[in-house]
């Protein structure tokens, strides 16, 4: 099979399994579910929960313990789109094609709905944590994500991109947005995932390092595409940074070197693979789509 | 002494202990801390990290573990507050006569203020709940504080509150909200406490009978307040709801039929502190002073 292919099935496995775990839209609440609902089931490659569940898998884990993780994360991916979408914030109308959170139902849902989001995150991986064998793992696993999610990774990251608007900044603070913005909840799920998966130190070290390099390497995608992409496969717009005169590693060091560096980030994301035990070979196809990806 | 000075004095230890677990403004994310700090550190009766640690301490547990649990249902009930006051939602520019914090951090960073607090409660849960003798315990406290702060809990209440502003509705709806938007985080922080402090099934049930009836009778008598209060004592004005047209106790079954109401759930709550083994005077007089306050 085509690797997009395996890509998209995952995917749909991941859409399946959130269904499952949404509630129900039912009584006085129906209408907060209906916007959380509307936001998660959106769509979008559901890379973080996918990470979650191959992390697990490639120390010899049983994926399925790391499930309600894998849910939560792609939760909390979700609050973090809602809320950036607002018109405090990033002011989108659209995302993905559709209706953004707070024009469908209104900034005060949208707001609300993102709290929901976030706090039912923890709601699932509390539950999927209790009354195990070994729950000071499972408290492990929660904190890697609560603390990729918070200020010292995705919030911190968020609010520094915010405070860089229409500045010109400098690569040491760029790579301070990247990491943390993109990149802390793809260390943070895929730690959590080989947590649950009982590695050992040598493992979670080298998860850490294939997915801090992926999460930067996948950011410089993303910066290289918003010059090169092609608006019909990517679905928006492209041009948006140079118009917002956003500081990008493109805009910082070139459009070549930027490619360069990607390159150089999946060839040691790569390299790290080799020193886990189990199957990494979707990781492995994984690191060379996301430098190769088109959108 | 005073219960008043009680009660002041418990406040004063709580916002000593908060300072200890905020985070220190420092480094890029210098404002989203400044912002974070600014709220929590605004002040309030810190009813809810008190009835924490009370909780804990009537069934006879160790306060001190208890701690991260009381600092992050403040962090929980601060976060709302935020969200709350923003202009999609009550559009307050005042909280206990200090500006809002979107007022004074721009709208932008008081949602991400409040994201990051919320976030960061289950941080500090998580960091006090790690490597502990009996993790299932901390688990099972975790999980109280989560549901009893989401959809199914805080939200949900603050939702339907949102959905009924100038409409009439039910008593039931407005049980609902009562229930969910103020008196499931009372409980949720109580039933927390109290399984910290290794409470038995009795012992739980009426500590969760006894936040229950507290949290809604403090919720009747806000209704009360907002009618025949004194301006100069709550700090705020009387008569908005009336202004806004919001069903409440006093105006869906009267003033007198209120007062009588919340006198009756204050006695129910004393009676199940009767079957708590430790310690109960402060709850005791905590029951007494929510029906009798004036501000």
Same mark, same amino acid.
């Given at each position: 099979?085509?690797f997009?292919a395996? $890509?998209?099935e995952k995917?749909?496995?991941?859409?399946?399994?959130?269904?499952?775990y949404? =509630?129900k839209?039912?009584?006085y609440?129906?209408?907060?579910m209906?916007?959380?609902?509307y936001s998660?089931s959106a @769509?979008?490659?559901?890379?973080?929960?996918?990470?979650? $569940?191959?992390?697990?898998?490639?120390?010899?884990g049983d994926?399925? /313990?790391?499930? =309600?993780f *894998?849910?939560a994360?792609?939760?909390?991916?979700t609050?973090? !789109? &809602?809320?950036? /979408?607002l018109?405090?914030?990033?002011n989108?109308?659209?995302r993905r094609g559709r209706?953004?959170?707070? &024009?469908?139902?209104g900034? %005060?849902m949208? #707001?609300?709905a993102g709290d929901?989001?976030l706090?039912?995150?923890?709601?699932?991986m509390?539950? @999927?944590s209790?009354?195990? +064998?070994? =729950?000071?793992?499972?408290?492990?696993?929660?904190?890697?994500?609560?603390?990729?999610? @918070?200020?010292?990774?995705m919030?911190?990251?968020?609010?520094?991109d915010v405070?860089?608007?229409?500045?010109? #900044?400098s690569?040491?603070?760029?790579d301070?947005?990247?990491?943390?913005k993109t *990149?802390?909840i793809?260390?943070?799920c895929?730690?959590?995932?080989?947590?649950i998966?009982?590695?050992? /130190?040598?493992e979670l070290?080298?998860i850490t390092?294939y997915?801090?390099?992926?999460?930067?390497a996948?950011?410089?995608? %993303?910066?290289?595409? %918003?010059i090169?992409g092609? +608006?019909s496969?990517l @679905?928006k717009?492209?041009g948006?940074d140079i118009d917002?005169?956003k500081s990008?590693? =493109?805009?910082?060091?070139? $459009?070549?070197?930027?490619?360069? +560096?990607?390159?150089? !980030?999946i060839?040691? *994301?790569k390299e *790290?693979?080799?020193?886990?035990?189990n199957?990494?070979?979707?990781?492995s196809?994984?690191? /060379?789509y996301?430098v190769d990806r088109?959108?």
């Open positions: 099979m085509e997009k395996v $890509l998209k995917a749909s496995y991941i859409e399946k399994l959130l269904k499952e949404m =509630p839209e039912e009584g609440q129906k209408t907060i209906e916007a959380m609902n998660l @769509g979008g490659k559901r890379l973080r929960p996918i990470l979650t $569940l191959e992390a697990c898998k490639s120390v010899g994926y399925k /313990d790391a499930i =309600p *894998a849910m994360i792609e939760m909390i991916h609050y973090s !789109l &809602i809320h950036d /979408d018109p405090a914030l990033d989108d109308d659209l209706k953004t959170n707070h &024009i469908v139902f900034e %005060d949208a #707001i609300l929901a989001l706090n039912y995150a923890f709601e699932v509390l539950l @999927g209790m009354n195990k +064998e070994n =729950p000071n793992k499972y408290l492990n696993a929660m904190y890697e994500i609560a603390s990729a999610a @918070g200020i010292n990774g919030i911190g990251g968020q609010v520094v405070q860089s608007e229409n500045k010109k #900044i690569k040491e603070k760029l301070y947005i990247h990491n943390n *990149a802390a793809m260390i943070g895929m730690r959590a995932g080989a947590i998966g009982n590695a050992n /130190d040598n070290e080298n390092k997915s801090k390099n992926i999460g930067l996948f950011q410089i995608v %993303d910066d290289i595409l %918003d090169v092609d +608006e496969k @679905g717009k492209v948006s917002n005169n990008t590693y =493109p805009s910082l060091i070139g $459009l070549e070197e930027s490619k360069e +560096e990607a390159n150089r !980030l060839k040691e *994301a *790290a693979l080799t020193q886990i035990s199957d990494t070979e979707f990781l196809s994984l690191a /060379d996301i088109e959108y």
